[in-house]
DNA sequence: TTATTTGCAAACGGTTTGCCGATTA
DNA sequence: TAATCGGCAAACCGTTTGCAAATAA
């Protein structure tokens, strides 16, 4: 298991002090807040001020879309509007209507379709999204 | 077969000249372009323009979003920065990465999972999206 | 030292909106 | 006629960028 700051040395990305406190908030991401964590970019950089409130939130675009293309995060555009983001782990995500609420999921056997459609389309699946929409069952 | 003229009265949206002209566009959109037809705003106004061209890019910006919410279009933010419309029959997408070119595709196995997946999670299936994106393979 | 990076504020690009005359039902 | 719509231009909002000072390697 390789931290933001190893990944970011394999790359040759240059190590700053406001890129390792985002790193370091990025990674306590998901333990502070739970799997439902997606943070847009306000919030990370409202987050990143807590620990140094000198770092501006144009950094925190740059830094974001650095890592992005590093492979180190992934870019959501649930709805559109605000991009969030969230470290690169490969799941899906179920999402309630109602509360907004996002679920993660991972389904071995949706996967395998997903190669094989591709395949048969005569397509080398590099990437997929799957979303999906729904409101809780009340028992 | 309803056509979109039809589907506003059902839901009471008011008909004028430029909404009239919009769904003619939209409705033509595959026949004359292709299934691979995924039009913007700024693409849709255009031709729009060909066939009236007082209507003005907000008018297209209205008609579209009103559409939407009526369930006759759905939106796509592929990439983000603009969003691209389509006449709503339920389909997914494979995105060639090299070219951009959207080929569409159906999978009933795929969906019988999804809704599968949403129940386990106590959820009941509203919509879905999947995107799969891929590289030709050559032969 | 030298190429990169940062903070700031201004620019950008897609989208929305206030106003008011025009149009639909 | 009354409610809604459309055109125009200005506003909006998330994101990007040019510049000069600061910093990593």
Redesign the interface.
């Known amino acids: 298991m390789n931290t933001i700051e190893e990944k970011c040395q394999q790359k040759g990305v240059r190590l700053t002090d406001q890129r390792k406190t985002i790193a370091k908030i990025l990674s306590e991401s998901k333990e502070v807040y739970g799997s439902k964590d997606h943070p847009d970019v306000d919030e990370l950089h409202k987050r990143v001020s807590a620990l140094d409130d000198k770092i501006s939130i144009a950094t925190v675009y740059r830094t974001v879309k650095l890592f992005e293309e590093a492979g180190i995060l992934i870019k959501h555009?649930f709805k559109?509007g605000k991009?969030r983001y969230e470290i690169n782990d490969d799941h899906n995500h179920?999402i309630?209507?109602n509360s907004g609420e996002i679920?993660e999921?991972v389904?071995k056997?949706?996967e395998k379709?997903?190669n094989e459609?591709?395949?048969k389309?005569?397509?080398?699946?590099?990437?997929?999204?799957?979303?999906?929409?729904?409101?809780?069952?009340k028992k």
Chains 1, 2 share one sequence.
């Open positions: 555009d559109a991009a179920l309630d209507i679920i999921f389904d056997d949706i379709l997903q459609v591709a395949k389309l005569g397509y080398k699946l590099v990437d997929h999204k799957l979303e999906l929409y729904g409101s809780k069952i």
